[in-house]
């Protein structure tokens, strides 16, 4: 009787880590409608000007995304998010929202987290999951996409490292796809950047949970200057 009682917890506990690990996937999909695939964050504009040029240089480019704009802004704030959503501690979310509008330093860069966060927040009122206090909550912040993908991860309720690293390879695969579209590489060129950021996030994960607010930062000004010249870019194929 010990014996089918234990078994019992055990296969309960897998179908909860199994449903977890489904909703991160979900998640981190591509195909998710908010409109990621629209946006390139400044690597149009960075091949334009031929500071990115090949798959080596967009493997660097977007490394460097990773761990300088990534891991020490959006991902602090996805982590600390998390922390703050089950409790709905509502200052603490708007902190961390306001904080994302003000190192947004373009008008492009604040269009896709606005854009995003609407988005993502709509979907998650028609699939009916979320508590309508919280989805109440998350329209005043303003919804920026971290604090609203934070929201949906807090669902999954899985560790706050897997949940980074669904938000992290989601952004990766997107980034990939913006390159592919721009530049002459092909499929087997983008599967190998995939595999190098994809090594490189689970370093990018954890620098995000060890930050503390003091320490996140949005400096990144190869970043900026690539978003603002391509405001001014008369032909795109993205918004970014």
């Given amino acids: 009787?010990?014996?089918?009682?234990?078994m019992d917890t055990i296969m309960?506990?897998?179908?909860t880590e199994i449903s977890?690990?489904?909703?991160?996937?979900?998640?981190?999909?591509?195909?998710?409608?908010?409109?990621?695939?629209?946006?390139?964050?400044?690597?149009?504009?960075?091949i334009e000007h031929g500071w990115v040029h090949d798959e080596s240089s967009a493997a660097d480019w977007l490394t460097d995304q990773l761990h300088l704009s990534q891991s020490r802004g959006?991902?602090?704030?996805?982590?600390?998010a998390l922390k703050a959503w089950p409790v709905q501690d509502a200052a603490r979310?708007?902190?961390?929202?306001?904080?994302?509008?003000?190192?947004?330093?373009?008008?492009?860069?604040?269009?896709?987290?606005?854009?995003m966060g609407r988005s993502l927040l709509d979907w998650l009122r028609n699939q009916g999951q979320t508590p309508d206090a919280a989805l109440s909550l998350c329209a005043q912040?303003?919804?920026?996409?971290?604090?609203?993908?934070?929201?949906?991860?807090?669902?999954?309720?899985?560790?706050?490292?897997?949940?980074?690293?669904?938000?992290?390879f989601g952004w990766a695969e997107n980034m990939t796809q913006a390159a592919i579209k721009s530049m002459p590489l092909g499929q087997s060129a983008?599967?190998?950047?995939?595999?190098?950021?994809?090594?490189?996030?689970?370093?990018?994960?954890?620098?995000?949970?060890?930050?503390r607010d003091e320490d996140r930062?949005?400096?990144?000004?190869?970043?900026?200057?690539?978003?603002a010249r391509h405001e001014t870019k008369y032909s795109r194929l993205f918004r970014s």
């Fill in 1 to 6: 009787m010990v014996m089918v009682m234990v």
């Fill in 12 to 15: 309960a506990t897998m179908r």
């Fill in 20 to 46: 977890a690990l489904l909703q991160l996937m979900w998640l981190a999909s591509p195909a998710l409608p908010i409109g990621g695939f629209s946006y390139s964050e400044g690597l149009e504009s960075a």
């Fill in 74 to 80: 959006d991902m602090q704030v996805v982590a600390q």
């Fill in 93 to 115: 979310l708007q902190a961390l929202s306001n904080w994302v509008m003000a190192s947004r330093e373009s008008f492009e860069m604040r269009l896709q987290t606005e854009q």
């Fill in 141 to 168: 912040l303003p919804p920026t996409y971290p604090l609203v993908m934070a929201l949906a991860l807090s669902q999954a309720c899985a560790p706050a490292s897997q949940a980074l690293q669904a938000y992290a």
């Fill in 190 to 211: 983008g599967q190998r950047i995939l595999a190098r950021l994809a090594q490189e996030i689970p370093v990018a994960v954890d620098h995000a949970l060890g930050l």
């Fill in 217 to 227: 930062q949005a400096f990144c000004p190869m970043l900026a200057i690539a978003s």
